[in-house]
Protein backbone atom coordinates (compact mmCIF):
# COMPACT_ATOMS: atom_id res chain seq x y z
CA UNK A 1 0.00 0.00 0.00
CA UNK A 2 2.75 2.92 1.32
CA UNK A 3 4.77 1.39 -1.56
CA UNK A 4 2.36 2.64 -4.50
CA UNK A 5 1.37 5.54 -3.08
CA UNK A 6 5.02 6.69 -2.45
CA UNK A 7 5.71 5.36 -6.06
CA UNK A 8 2.92 7.94 -7.33
CA UNK A 9 3.97 10.73 -5.15
CA UNK A 10 7.97 9.97 -7.35
CA UNK A 11 6.09 9.56 -10.54
CA UNK A 12 4.29 13.20 -10.00
CA UNK A 13 7.45 15.08 -9.16
CA UNK A 14 9.41 13.66 -12.30
CA UNK A 15 6.35 14.66 -14.40
CA UNK A 16 6.90 18.64 -13.01
CA UNK A 17 7.73 20.61 -15.73
CA UNK A 18 11.03 22.23 -13.96
CA UNK A 19 10.79 24.95 -16.65
CA UNK A 20 7.85 26.40 -15.19
CA UNK A 21 8.63 26.42 -11.46
CA UNK A 22 12.44 27.66 -12.27
CA UNK A 23 10.38 30.76 -14.25
CA UNK A 24 7.91 30.67 -11.35
CA UNK A 25 11.31 30.85 -8.90
CA UNK A 26 12.57 33.91 -10.96
CA UNK A 27 9.54 35.54 -11.65
CA UNK A 28 8.73 35.47 -7.60
CA UNK A 29 12.80 37.12 -7.22
CA UNK A 30 12.11 40.08 -9.34
CA UNK A 31 8.19 40.41 -8.19
CA UNK A 32 9.38 40.29 -4.32
CA UNK A 33 11.15 42.70 -5.02
CA UNK A 34 9.06 45.02 -6.88
CA UNK A 35 6.80 44.11 -4.02
CA UNK A 36 8.83 44.96 -1.44
CA UNK A 37 9.26 48.35 -3.41
CA UNK A 38 5.66 48.80 -3.71
CA UNK A 39 4.21 47.33 -0.36
CA UNK A 40 2.84 44.42 -2.69
CA UNK A 41 1.21 41.34 -1.01
CA UNK A 42 0.75 37.79 -2.07
CA UNK A 43 -2.38 36.32 -1.97
CA UNK A 44 -2.66 32.61 -1.40
CA UNK A 45 -6.16 30.67 -2.20
CA UNK A 46 -7.44 27.22 -1.90
CA UNK A 47 -10.29 25.28 -0.43
CA UNK A 48 -10.41 22.45 2.19
CA UNK A 49 -6.99 21.14 2.51
CA UNK A 50 -5.68 23.34 0.12
CA UNK A 51 -6.80 26.44 2.04
CA UNK A 52 -4.53 24.77 4.90
CA UNK A 53 -1.55 24.44 2.03
CA UNK A 54 -2.00 28.34 1.67
CA UNK A 55 -2.08 29.09 5.62
CA UNK A 56 1.19 27.09 5.13
CA UNK A 57 3.02 28.90 2.51
CA UNK A 58 1.41 32.01 3.79
CA UNK A 59 3.10 31.73 6.93
CA UNK A 60 6.64 30.43 5.46
CA UNK A 61 6.72 33.59 2.82
CA UNK A 62 6.30 36.01 5.88
CA UNK A 63 8.10 34.50 8.25
CA UNK A 64 11.37 32.99 6.20
CA UNK A 65 11.05 35.47 3.49
CA UNK A 66 9.43 38.64 4.73
CA UNK A 67 7.03 38.86 2.17
CA UNK A 68 3.11 40.04 3.10
CA UNK A 69 1.01 37.66 2.48
CA UNK A 70 -2.85 36.88 2.64
CA UNK A 71 -4.47 34.33 2.96
CA UNK A 72 -8.99 33.94 3.17
CA UNK A 73 -8.55 32.23 6.56
CA UNK A 74 -11.25 34.20 8.74
CA UNK A 75 -14.28 32.19 9.01
CA UNK A 76 -16.81 34.72 9.43
CA UNK A 77 -15.85 36.98 6.51
CA UNK A 78 -15.63 33.74 4.51
CA UNK A 79 -19.00 32.47 4.75
CA UNK A 80 -20.77 36.01 4.82
CA UNK A 81 -18.82 36.56 1.39
CA UNK A 82 -20.22 33.19 0.29
CA UNK A 83 -23.35 34.32 1.80
CA UNK A 84 -23.68 37.90 0.28
CA UNK A 85 -22.16 37.14 -3.00
CA UNK A 86 -22.60 32.86 -3.48
CA UNK A 87 -19.61 30.46 -2.71
CA UNK A 88 -18.22 30.94 -6.42
CA UNK A 89 -17.81 34.25 -5.93
CA UNK A 90 -16.24 34.23 -2.70
CA UNK A 91 -12.40 34.77 -3.61
CA UNK A 92 -12.96 37.28 -6.08
CA UNK A 93 -15.06 39.46 -3.82
CA UNK A 94 -12.28 39.26 -1.48
CA UNK A 95 -9.72 40.17 -3.54
CA UNK A 96 -11.75 43.52 -4.90
CA UNK A 97 -12.16 44.36 -1.39
CA UNK A 98 -8.44 43.94 -0.45
CA UNK A 99 -7.83 46.15 -3.76
CA UNK A 100 -5.02 44.00 -5.83
CA UNK A 101 -3.07 44.95 -7.61
CA UNK A 102 -0.59 45.04 -10.34
CA UNK A 103 2.09 45.18 -7.42
CA UNK A 104 0.67 41.90 -5.77
CA UNK A 105 0.81 38.68 -6.79
CA UNK A 106 -2.17 35.64 -6.46
CA UNK A 107 -1.40 32.06 -5.33
CA UNK A 108 -4.18 29.64 -6.50
CA UNK A 109 -4.17 26.11 -4.90
CA UNK A 110 -7.25 23.70 -6.48
CA UNK A 111 -6.63 19.65 -6.19
CA UNK A 112 -9.19 19.07 -8.69
CA UNK A 113 -8.56 22.70 -11.16
CA UNK A 114 -12.21 22.64 -11.40
CA UNK A 115 -13.40 25.27 -8.14
CA UNK A 116 -15.40 27.80 -9.55
CA UNK A 117 -14.24 30.34 -6.82
CA UNK A 118 -10.88 29.97 -7.53
CA UNK A 119 -11.38 29.89 -11.39
CA UNK A 120 -13.34 33.23 -11.15
CA UNK A 121 -10.64 34.76 -9.06
CA UNK A 122 -7.51 33.32 -11.35
CA UNK A 123 -10.45 35.46 -14.00
CA UNK A 124 -10.32 38.58 -11.91
CA UNK A 125 -6.83 38.23 -11.18
CA UNK A 126 -5.79 38.42 -15.17
CA UNK A 127 -8.48 40.75 -16.35
CA UNK A 128 -6.56 42.74 -13.72
CA UNK A 129 -2.78 41.98 -15.11
CA UNK A 130 -2.25 40.65 -11.87
CA UNK A 131 0.12 38.09 -11.71
CA UNK A 132 -0.95 34.18 -11.09
CA UNK A 133 0.86 31.13 -10.00
CA UNK A 134 -2.08 28.21 -10.24
CA UNK A 135 -1.21 25.17 -9.14
CA UNK A 136 -3.94 22.42 -9.96
CA UNK A 137 -4.17 18.74 -10.34
CA UNK A 138 -6.73 16.21 -12.22
CA UNK A 139 -8.18 17.38 -14.77
CA UNK A 140 -8.78 21.01 -14.28
CA UNK A 141 -9.97 23.48 -16.13
CA UNK A 142 -7.32 26.21 -15.69
CA UNK A 143 -5.40 25.62 -18.21
CA UNK A 144 -8.68 26.95 -20.52
CA UNK A 145 -7.57 30.05 -19.35
CA UNK A 146 -5.24 32.42 -21.87
CA UNK A 147 -2.02 33.52 -19.88
CA UNK A 148 -1.08 36.69 -21.35
CA UNK A 149 2.34 37.21 -20.27
CA UNK A 150 5.90 36.05 -18.71
CA UNK A 151 4.38 36.67 -15.15
CA UNK A 152 1.37 33.94 -15.00
CA UNK A 153 2.47 30.14 -14.33
CA UNK A 154 0.11 27.12 -14.46
CA UNK A 155 1.31 23.57 -13.13
CA UNK A 156 -0.38 20.97 -13.56
CA UNK A 157 0.16 17.55 -11.27
CA UNK A 158 -1.12 14.62 -13.38
CA UNK A 159 -2.71 12.77 -10.37
CA UNK A 160 -6.77 11.96 -9.59
CA UNK A 161 -5.48 11.45 -5.66
CA UNK A 162 -6.03 13.93 -3.20
CA UNK A 163 -3.18 13.15 -0.90
CA UNK A 164 -0.70 13.51 -3.79
CA UNK A 165 -1.57 16.40 -5.22
CA UNK A 166 -1.73 18.04 -2.13
CA UNK A 167 1.68 16.54 -0.81
CA UNK A 168 3.70 17.59 -4.72
CA UNK A 169 1.97 21.20 -4.38
CA UNK A 170 3.60 21.69 -0.52
CA UNK A 171 6.51 20.45 -2.44
CA UNK A 172 6.62 22.53 -5.28
CA UNK A 173 6.03 25.94 -3.05
CA UNK A 174 8.51 25.05 -0.33
CA UNK A 175 11.22 24.61 -2.98
CA UNK A 176 10.20 27.93 -4.33
CA UNK A 177 10.53 29.28 -0.40
CA UNK A 178 14.10 27.53 -0.20
CA UNK A 179 15.22 29.53 -3.29
CA UNK A 180 13.71 32.74 -2.02
CA UNK A 181 15.57 32.28 1.51
CA UNK A 182 19.07 31.36 -0.05
CA UNK A 183 19.22 34.24 -2.53
Not at 28 to 53: E, L, M, P, Y
Request: glycine residues 6%.
Amino acid sequence: MVGSFYREIRACLIEIDIEAVNKTISSWKQKFHATDANSGRVFIIGNGGSCAIAEHISTDLNKRCKVKTHTLSNNSLATCLANDYGYENAFQQWLQINEINEFDYLVAISSSGKSPNILNAIQHALTNKIPVLAIFGMDGQVDDFYWEDGDNTFIHIDSHNYGIIELTTEIILHSIIEELVLE
